[in-house]
C-alpha cells in the first residue's frame, strides 16, 4: 500500500515516511484493534508516524521507529506500547468518522474468500451436519417445552435457513468478518441496544422488537437477514426456534445456551452445588459447600421439607431467633426476580409456611416451587447499609467452556440495616425495590435531600470505593486488597460455578450466554453466593456506572464477535485447503466426493469448536478475564485458580 491508502483520513507521505491519522476518535479500543491492524500489516513500510488534532492542527503523538532492521519480536512490542500511550493520550480528543473509516479499510483488509465457492459450498454441506437439540434441555417440572412451531419475536421457522445461511456465508465471507451485525428484541431506547453497540456494530433488523404488537409475537412474519452474526434477544430464541437450524447457524452466534436453568434456576442450581459437594467430601479444602452457598432446603422434597419443619420447630430455632431475628430466608425457585418471590422468615412468614405444609405434615403434597435457606444473618454493612455484589461471567463457549469474569458494583440499600425489621427494602438489596423511591424523584421530589442521580449514585458503589471504605474504616489494611482477595474469590467461585454446571450445558459452538452473578459479602469477609442469572437486568445506572457497563457490554461482545470469527477463519481456511489438495471432487452426477471423508469430519468437528485465532483474542483493554478454556488441561484449564489437588 502506497501513499494515500486512506485518502484523506490516514495519510502516508512518502518524504517524511509517516503517517497523518485525522479526525476525532471516540472509539478507544477500536482504534487500537484497528491500528493493530494496520501496523502489523505494513510496519515494514513505514519509519513514524503522528497523530494530529485536526481542530487544532497540533501533532497530539509522533513515534519514530529509529531503523528498519529492528527485529520482529521489538517492533511488535514497540508498537503495542505506543498504541496503548496513544490510546490514554487520545481518549476522547481525536476521531475518524468510523463508517467512513471502516469502508476505507475494508478495502485494505479484504476478508478471506473461499477459492472455488460453488465447491466449498458442497463441502460444508457435507461437513456442518445439523444436529437435533435433545429434548432433556426443555425440562420444566415434567413438562417439555420445545415447541419449534410457535412463533417468537415475529421471526419465521424457517427450515432451511441455515442451509441459506451458508451459502451467503460462502459467497461472501464478509457478511461474517466485516462488520458485527447484530439482532435485537430489546427496545431501541435499551442501553445495549442504544448506547453499547452503536460504536462497534449495526443493528441489523431494527424493526423487529420496534413493532412489537401482540399481532407480531404470535405470527410468522419476518425473515431473518443471513447477514446476522449475532442473535442478542431477551426471551431465550432456543426454545422456540432449532437452534442451527432456524437461527444459530455454524457462522453465527446466540445469546442463550441451552441448560442455562442448571445455574439460573435457585433450585437447579442447589441441587447442582449439593452434587459437586460430593466430590469434595474428603477434600474440604478444596469446596466446602456451607462456606458457599447458604444452607438450603428444597420445600419441595418430602425429606427436605420435613427436616425443615423439625427445624422450626426446635427449641434451638427460638433460642437463634432471639440473637439473629432472621434465621431463615424462603424463595420461590423458578421465574421470580427482583426481590419479588423472595421473603424474609419473619413471624408472618413463619405461620404461612406452617399453614401452608400443616406444619410439615403436608411435605411432598404441596404444589409449590418454594425453597428455604439459611439468612446470612451477619451481612457486611456499609455506613449501616447492606450490600450486595452483582458481577459478570461470560460464558462465551460450551464446546469447549471457555468462560470470563468480569467486575461489578455494589448495590446498597437505601434504608439503614435492622435485622429486626420486615421491610424487603430493609434485608434485601435488589434495585428495583426502590421503585417508588424513584417515581417520587423523577416526578421532582428530593429523597433524604437527594436527586435521582444522588440516588444511584449511593446505591451503585464501584469496588474500588468499597476498598476505599474498608481501608479507611480499617476493616482491611491491604491496599491491593481488590486484586488480593475480592477477584480472586469471585474467580474461584465462578469456576466452582460452572464446574458444577457444565455438564449441564448443551456443547454448542454457536451459544454464548452473559450471566450477572450475586454474592454477599459478611463481617468476616467471607463471600456467599446467592443466585445467577441469565439475562441480567442491564440499565438504571448512574452515570458513572453506566460508562463502565457500556464498556462491559462492548466488551463481550468483542468476546463473542472474536469467537466467531476464529471459528470461520478456520473452517474457511480448512475448506480451501481440501479443495487445494483436490481432495473434494463432483462426481458424474454432480454428487460430492470427499477423499477420507470420515477423517475430515472428525477435522471438521475439532477445527470448529471454538478458541481464539491470535488475531482475534480479546484486546488489551477488555475487562473480561478469562477464568477456564478447556482447550487446555489441569491447573491451566482453570488459569491457575485451582489447586492440583482440586481438579
Ligand atoms: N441467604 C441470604 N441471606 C441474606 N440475604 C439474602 C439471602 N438470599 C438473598 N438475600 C437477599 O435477597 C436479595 C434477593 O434474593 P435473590 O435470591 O437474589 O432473589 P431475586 O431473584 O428476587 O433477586 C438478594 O439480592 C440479597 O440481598
Ligand atoms: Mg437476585
Redesign the pocket.
Known sequence: MKGTGLMSLMKFSEITQSWRIEGIFTNRDWIIEEMNNIFQDYFNRFRSFHIINTQTEQKVYNLKFPTRKMSFAVKIILIVLTIYTLSTLLAGQLTIPKKQLQEKLLHLKRSPQFHNPSLALKVLQKLDVFSPVEEHYFKNGNKSRSNYHQPLLGLKNDEEYCEKQRDAFVKNPGIVFDEMNVLFDIGRSHLVRNKALPQIGNDIQPTIGEHMSARDWKEFIYDIRPDVNIFWTSRAMNEHKHLGKHFSCLSQMSNHLLGRRELGR?DYIAENAIAYAKNFKSRPQCFSHDKFF?ETWLLYEKEDCQNFFKILNSVEYEETKKEKHIVF?R?IASA???????Q?VDKAEEEDLKMIYENGRKCGAVDKNYIV?????N?LLLNDH?F?FRVYMLVASTDPMIAFYHDGFL?VTLANYDASSSDKKV????LALNKQIYDDVKGGHLYEGMDEESLKQAQQWSYQRLQDYLLEKKIITDPNWLDNYLRPQFKKAMIHLLRMTTHAFRKDRTTFELFGV?F?LDTNLNL?F??A?SGPAIGGYSVPMEKFIVKMVQDHFEIAYGILKSRMKRVLSYVNKIIDHNEAKLDVNGEIEIRDLQAKEREFREISKNYFEREFEPSLTNGFKKIIDANYEGMKMYQGLVEPECL
Do not use: A
Not at 435457606?373 to 444473618?377: E, L
Not at 434485608?427 to 435488589?430: G, I, Q, R
Open positions: 435457585k447458604p430466608i424463595k421470580s426476580h427482583r426481590g419479588e418471590g423472595v424474609p435457606q439459611t439468612y446470612v444473618h451481612p447492606k450486595d448495590r434485608l434485601l438489596t435488589n450475586d454477599l456467599w446467592i443466585e442469572n
